[in-house]
């Protein structure tokens, strides 16, 4: 697992390329996450998930407290760049207290 947090580093450092999806979800009112936190988790936050057979590629779920808040990132790292798939503040209902496990 530790192999993807890498790759997600490394690619995070050449270039950031938001999805469609994840521009809508950052872009909510009640959310307004910054591509800034977002680079934030990228580069710092916390490997929670591991999508080895996504569709989009190998993919991952990462966690960080860029400003505070929770806030959980799915990306997927290519040669050139990193592509962030969506991007939000989890919900306490759907998570263990501390973020890290879906428990709904």
Same mark, same amino acid.
């Given at each position: 697992?530790?192999?993807i947090v890498e790759?997600?580093?490394?690619?995070?450092r050449k270039r950031? %390329?938001? $999805?469609?999806?994840?521009?809508?979800?950052?872009?909510?009112?009640?959310?307004?996450? #910054?591509?800034?936190?977002?680079? #934030?988790?990228? %580069?710092?936050?916390? $490997?929670?998930?591991?999508? %080895?057979?996504?569709?989009? /590629?190998?993919?991952? %779920?990462?966690?960080?407290?860029?400003?505070?808040?929770?806030?959980?990132?799915?990306?997927?790292?290519?040669?050139?760049? $990193?592509?962030?798939? =969506?991007?939000?503040?989890?919900?306490? /209902?759907?998570?263990?207290?501390?973020? #890290?496990?879906?428990? =709904?």
């Amino acid at each position: 697992m530790a192999e993807i947090v890498e790759e997600v580093r490394r690619a995070a450092r050449k270039r950031i %390329l938001f $999805l469609p999806h994840a521009v809508k979800q950052m872009s909510r009112p009640h959310r307004l996450i #910054r591509a800034a936190e977002v680079h #934030r988790v990228a %580069l710092d936050g916390e $490997l929670i998930g591991d999508y %080895l057979d996504d569709p989009r /590629g190998h993919s991952c %779920l990462l966690m960080g407290v860029p400003d505070g808040r929770p806030v959980h990132v799915v990306c997927s790292p290519k040669a050139d760049y $990193l592509a962030i798939i =969506t991007a939000y503040v989890p919900d306490s /209902g759907q998570w263990s207290a501390d973020f #890290r496990r879906r428990v =709904t």
